[in-house]
């Protein structure tokens, strides 16, 4: 795939802002692509370059994509030259959108560094799917709710239930709870998404079953009708693996963050 050269310029400008944390600071030796004004580009800037589109499978290394690179390149130190000429780099708002630059930059070297060293292991994306697998359960149920302040509110709607109301139609005229509008419909959940009363009352039922008494929780009292249950859909760890590993690198990298926060002095 060959980027047109209005996107290949932007993916520069990119590449350019972003510090090459695998590369050394220091550029090779070579001549020059070009000097503009007396001002040398060294060919080592082209290298840098290709090596990070390449390494992103933006393109191949060819002779065309290092001959739109060295035309970017001069046309960026034209404008660069320009803009420090007309005294743009002296500007408040300038100095401060480069200096929150610079600190990003050091920034996100110095936490590439530490997830460098600091790996997410196998063990650890398999023990953190294991939890995970424990946390969901074997079974997830579809429930319908009504929630009300009293109990025997509570108990007037389970009256009504057993002489022939039909529940959503209760659940969109009494409940409290936000699922009222879809007649009481909480949709397919595992017992651990909701509070301990509210689960234990709910696995107790048996499909289109409906609580015989009030469920009182934190929240009020609840009427509840099972629709079905079934066993948990849990994707293979193969397929989620990358998923969870990002989540734990994110954690280490909270981590770290929280680490340094609490070693520092912040008055």
Not at 50 to 71: F, M, Y
Not at 109 to 137: C, F, H, Q, R
Not at 228 to 249: G, Y
Request: charged fraction near 30%.
């Amino acid at each position: 795939m060959m980027l047109k050269p209005a996107r290949l310029l932007l993916a520069i400008l990119a590449l350019a802002a972003a510090p090459a944390f695998a590369q050394k600071n220091s550029a090779p030796s070579g001549a020059p692509i070009a000097t503009v004004n007396g001002k040398a580009i060294p060919a080592a800037k082209v290298d840098q370059i290709v090596k990070q589109v390449v390494a992103q499978g933006k393109q191949t290394d060819s002779p065309q994509l290092r001959e739109a690179i060295k035309k970017d390149l001069i046309g960026r130190e034209v404008m660069i030259q320009e803009a420090d000429k007309q005294g743009f780099g002296m500007r408040p708002e300038v100095k401060s959108a480069l200096e929150n630059a610079r600190q990003s930059i050091i920034i996100n070297a110095m936490l590439a560094d530490y997830v460098k060293k600091n790996p997410v292991k196998d063990a650890d994306i398999k023990a953190e799917y294991d939890k995970y697998k424990s946390t969901v359960g074997d079974k997830e149920y579809h429930v319908k709710h009504i929630l009300v302040p009293t109990e025997e509110e509570a108990k007037a709607l389970i009256a009504k239930l057993k002489t022939g109301s039909k529940f959503e139609e209760l659940a969109k005229a009494s409940s409290k709870d936000g699922s009222a509008a879809n007649g009481g419909d909480l949709n397919w959940a595992g017992p651990n998404d909701y509070v301990p009363e509210f689960s234990k009352a709910m696995v107790a039922l048996q499909k289109g079953a409906i609580t015989d008494t009030p469920v009182k929780s934190q929240y009020g009292y609840h009427v509840i009708k099972l629709e079905d249950s079934r066993a948990t859909k849990v994707l293979p760890l193969e397929e989620i693996k990358q998923q969870v590993a990002e989540s734990l690198q994110q954690r280490k990298l909270q981590q770290f963050r929280e680490d340094l926060m609490k070693k520092a002095t912040i008055k």
